[in-house]
Every structure is written in C-alpha cells, then in structure tokens.
Nanobody, 127 residues
C-alpha cells in the first residue's frame, strides 16, 4: 500500500524557517515523481516543487525559488522540504504527493497525474 505521511509543520514568524518531511512507504522514489503542493483557505491547490524520479533533480516554481529546497534520503525513503525566508502568504496546508505524470501550467505543478497524497501539514507564518 502506497502511503505518504507529512510532518514538520507549525507556526513561525515571517522570515523564519521550517523543514517538512514526507515519509513514503509502499514504493520507492524510482517508481514515482514526488511533488510538493500547498493549499491556502479559499484557494486552489498549487504545486511548487518536485523531484525527478529519473535523476533526482529538483524543480521549483518561481514563487519559492531561492527560498525552498527539496531533497531526498533514499535510505529513509523520505523527502524533505526546507523552507526559509517564510512569508505570511506561504501560510497553507502543505502536501506531498506521488505520481507518474508531470504537468506544469503557468509555471506551477498541476495536481493532475498525482495519485497518492499525504494527509497534509499546516504551516502558518505570522507577520
């Protein structure tokens, strides 16, 4: 059974940092593309980062580039999202997901093609 479990969310002041973890089970990173998404209240879910299953290369949407870093530990089957210089507009529920199709629309990763999702973890950035 494919399962993803996020952790590491919380409350942080603007300019602060958080590191999210996404622990995967039931598959390996070679099987799926791992993406990071977020959804703020009243907004659509938007994807902003993923790791290529082919070569492990990370990709970022412009609005997180330079502030967020994604990495993976294959031995632990875990993907990490280091978030620095957080802004109030980064407040959202953050999800990791596993899929096989990468669809980028207007520079953001589409949820289409992602079959498996974690439960999400809340990130709140205060001003």
């Amino acid at each position: 059974e494919v399962q993803l479990v996020e952790s590491g969310g919380g409350l942080v002041q603007a300019g602060g940092s958080l590191r999210l973890s996404c622990a995967a089970s039931g598959f390996t990173f070679e099987d799926y593309e791992i993406g990071w998404f977020r959804q703020a209240p009243g907004k659509e879910r938007e994807g902003f980062s993923w790791i290529s299953r082919t070569d492990g290369s990370p990709y970022y949407a412009d609005f997180v580039k330079g502030r967020f870093t994604v990495s993976s530990d294959k031995a632990k089957n875990t993907v990490y999202l280091q978030m620095n210089s957080l802004k109030p507009e980064d407040t959202a529920v953050y999800y990791c997901a596993a899929g096989t199709v990468i669809v980028v629309v207007n520079g953001t990763l589409s949820p289409v093609g992602y079959n498996y999702w974690g439960q999400g973890t809340q990130v709140t950035v205060s001003s």
